[in-house]
């Protein structure tokens, strides 16, 4: 099980490292666990002049799974487009291929509260969001800004080819076979051709899961209904701008981001498993960061690359025992509860995962 592990920047480094803590336990525990660290994102560009250096690239190519935190800050945002963090995050994806995203939101019981939504809307909420994550309108070409009639026009190509439709469509689909076989696709066909042919092509796939109810939705409608009434949805399935979109949503549902882990499969089942978030600068260095995230997203790791889903189900338990110990980094604080930083929450984890 050879894991590259790349921390990132701001906060990226310390939820990290109560990640390792938990791959640490299952390694003592006899899994064959073999992590490398390497450089992303603006600690990258501080020591290699790019986002992504070769050495990172070829870790990650060579892994089984990546296990990243997450880039960027505000030292950063002068730098020329290329050389922003960010670069090396769409980079590594579209390297490794990463196409199929995989986003739970589940509201824990425990956080109830702690959503914007009213509790009977959101209680029991628990949607798998899957977005293309390396094709559409953040890779089509031509993309750019130019001087066109004496004026600047800015552009970028909508595009999705029937093959990329189709791998992202199966996942969706035998996804949807072992929940609750609901899948809902969305996209924006009554004005957009690319979004016609993804949904011409997920209708077509279909007919090989008899199984699952398919629906279709539009975007605009989607993104009223995830706020409405959430829990209509089961699986999602949908293009990398909207999913992008959506997915944010619908994390907000389940109270903070700071909970929210995500997979990116390729073909294969390998993967690149990240919290959602960002790497928070305001609260960088400071010990307050929610490890949860990146927890749950080593849960992922070893459910869908690894298929130990005895100690992914394990993980995703300890942190349920901890939150219902009332255990709460500042994210997710509320009155009564016991305010702890991000090694501490650790420290609770592992003692839950030991137990
Ligand atoms: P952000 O997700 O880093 O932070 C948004 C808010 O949520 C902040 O108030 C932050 O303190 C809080 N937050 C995020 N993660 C948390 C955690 N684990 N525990 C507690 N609170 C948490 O988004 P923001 O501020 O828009 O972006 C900051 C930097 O991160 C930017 O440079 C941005 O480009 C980058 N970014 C990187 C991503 C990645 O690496 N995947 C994703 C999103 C943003
Ligand atoms: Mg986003």
Not at 39 to 57: K, N, S
Not at 286 to 297: E, F, M, Q, R
Request: aromatic share 4%; net charge negative.
């Amino acid at each position: 099980m050879k894991i590259a592990v790349l921390p990132g920047d701001g906060i990226g480094p310390e939820i990290i490292a109560q990640a390792l803590r938990v791959l640490d336990v299952l390694k003592a525990e006899g899994l064959p666990i073999e992590t490398e660290t390497g450089l992303i994102g603006g600690c990258a560009v501080d020591a290699t002049g790019v986002p992504l250096p070769d050495a990172t690239l070829k870790l990650a190519l060579e892994a089984d799974a990546v296990l990243l935190g997450a880039v960027g800050g505000p030292k950063y945002d002068t730098l020329p487009r290329e050389q922003r963090p960010e670069r090396g995050l769409l980079k590594i994806r579209k390297e490794m291929n990463v196409f199929a995203n995989l986003r739970p939101a589940i509201l824990y019981p425990e956080l109830a509260n702690a959503s914007s939504l009213k509790p009977e809307v959101v209680a029991g909420l628990d949607i798998m969001i899957i977005r293309e994550l390396v094709g559409d309108i953040y890779f089509g070409e031509p993309r750019g800004i130019e001087v066109r009639n004496g004026e600047k026009v800015g552009f970028n190509t909508m595009i999705y080819s029937e093959s990329e439709i189709r791998r992202i469509a199966h996942v969706a689909f035998k996804t949807a076979q072992k929940r609750s076989k609901k899948l809902c696709s969305v996209d924006k066909m009554n004005v957009l051709e690319s979004t016609q042919l993804w949904r011409d092509v997920v209708t077509e796939v279909a007919a090989e899961y008899p199984d699952v109810e398919l629906s279709h939705m539009l975007v605009d409608n989607a993104a009223m209904q995830l706020v409405k009434n959430p829990k209509q949805f089961d699986v999602m399935v949908t293009g990398n701008i909207f999913g992008d979109i959506l997915s944010d949503e619908a994390s907000m549902l389940t109270g903070s981001i700071g909970m929210l882990p995500s997979a990116s499969l390729d073909a294969n089942g390998k993967g690149l498993y990240e919290p959602i978030h960002g790497s928070a600068p305001d609260i960088a260095g400071k010990g307050l960061a929610n490890p949860l995230a990146t927890i749950l997203s080593v849960a992922m790791m070893l459910r869908y690359t690894f298929n130990q889903d005895a100690a992914a189900d394990r993980i995703e338990a300890a942190v349920k025992s901890v939150l219902a110990q009332g255990l709460r980094t500042a994210d997710i604080y509320e009155d009564g509860a016991t305010r702890v930083g991000t090694v501490e929450m650790g420290d609770a984890v592992i003692k839950a995962l030991t137990a």
